[in-house]
């Protein structure tokens, strides 16, 4: 009986210490307080759905976000908000609505990770965009947030003309 209770107390200290991990860093902020600082400052909210255990995060923050300037331009432009995609983690949606960090991602359809969402500073998506990402996809996609193109042409429009 006590070695169960012994394996039982193990894997809960396991299962507790098992949190996926935004790019090491990263002023990354949890969901609740990246909107309230994205409705103060007005900047848009880069919001990044990440798992434990996902390859493709990881190499992610290996690869990408190890980039000194892209971490500099994303740091100062926008609200930095990291979700772990299987978090039992309660968050408070713009509307006041309180919901999981899980719950956010199957709203968001986030059904793989990694999964970048951009969002305006009162939270609402401009363009959600799955998969490992570039330096390069990362700056051609702070032009099309930050730049306004969103509000006249799809993401793919502007990819296609790189203005």
């Known amino acids: 009986m006590n070695a169960i209770r012994m394996l039982l107390a193990t894997s809960l200290l396991w299962v507790s210490v098992v949190w996926a991990d935004p790019p090491p860093g990263y002023p990354f902020v949890s969901f609740d307080a990246g909107l309230k600082a994205a409705r103060a400052s007005g900047?848009?909210?880069?919001?990044?759905?990440?798992?434990?255990?996902?390859?493709?995060?990881?190499h992610t923050n290996k690869k990408t976000f190890s980039d000194a300037s892209l971490k500099k331009l994303y740091s100062d432009n926008y609200e930095l908000v990291y979700v772990d995609a299987e978090s039992g983690r309660r968050l408070t949606l713009p509307s006041g609505e309180r919901i999981t960090e899980a719950e956010l991602g199957v709203r968001l359809q986030a059904f793989a990770t990694p999964l970048f969402v951009y969002l305006t500073p009162q939270g609402e998506k401009i363009v959600q965009i799955p998969g490992f990402k570039t330096v390069q996809d990362f700056r051609d996609y702070d032009r099309y947030v930050r730049g306004g193109y969103y509000k006249q042409?799809?993401?793919?429009?502007?990819?296609?003309g790189k203005s």
């Open 43 to 58: 900047k848009p909210i880069f919001l990044y759905f990440g798992r434990y255990g996902c390859a493709w995060c990881d």
């Open 153 to 160: 042409k799809t993401l793919l429009e502007f990819l296609g």
